[in-house]
């Protein structure tokens, strides 16, 4: 998660480079997993940060909603160009196709800015999880947020280690389809008891996996 030092230096960034070009840079931030935090880490306000920005965000994730298609696009009050940006997103929300929550469940959901679906499920995944891969040898770097985690592949082809993962009956994403080759994405967003049944299948599925080491933590910060 970054940090809102983090992510004033890349907001300053921006302006910086918006006065170079001659035009505003606008930021588009993507937030269904804003809320998903953890250890007390709070996910810092892009509109706090910046002006040209737009926040786009989904309830399929903070409120377990997937699959019903809502949420909402917001433009920056002060943002350059306000009434064009806005008549432009509402033309596209028209026309493109999208499908649209029922207006009562848009107003629902008006009251449901501030709560979550319960968390400590996920937390204590991911406990499990980070406390199990690292024993095992597994390089990752501890999630702050969301429930994925993100380890390196530990074979050089990511593809072929996914695959090999499946004859265990667990299943993973390689990194390769999200830009980073040599990894792979494991989520925990499941029932603790599904991740306490998966133990013996990595430890059978890391012996066959000569370049992880055993037996210490390797967890990168």
């Not at 480079?17 to 306000?45: F, M, N, Q």
């Amino acid at each position: 998660v970054y940090s809102q030092s983090e992510l004033q230096q890349f907001c300053d960034a921006l302006r910086i480079a918006s006065e170079r070009i001659g035009h505003p840079i606008y930021l588009i931030s993507d937030e269904p997993y804003r809320k998903i935090t953890y250890d007390g880490v709070k996910c810092p306000e892009i509109a706090h940060c910046y002006d040209d920005s737009i926040i786009i965000t989904s309830h399929s994730k903070d409120l377990g909603l997937a699959g019903d298609r809502i949420g909402y696009l917001a433009v920056h009050p002060a943002a350059t160009n306000l009434p064009d940006l806005v008549a432009g997103c509402t033309f596209c929300n028209r026309t493109l196709g999208f499908v649209n929550a029922p207006s009562l469940f848009q107003l629902a959901i008006a009251d449901c800015q501030h709560v979550t679906v319960d968390l400590s499920e996920y937390e204590q995944n991911r406990a499990t999880l980070t406390k199990h891969l690292a024993q095992l040898g597994f390089r990752f770097v501890q999630p702050g947020g969301a429930f994925f985690l993100f380890p390196h592949s530990p074979q050089e082809d990511d593809v072929q280690f996914v695959e090999q993962a499946m004859e265990e009956r667990i299943l993973v994403v390689p990194g390769t389809g999200f830009g980073r080759a040599g990894h792979f994405r494991l989520s925990f967003a499941v029932p603790n008891e599904m991740v306490e049944r998966s133990l013996s299948a990595w430890e059978t599925l890391a012996a066959k996996c000569p370049a992880l080491g055993r037996d210490q933590e390797r967890t990168l910060d």
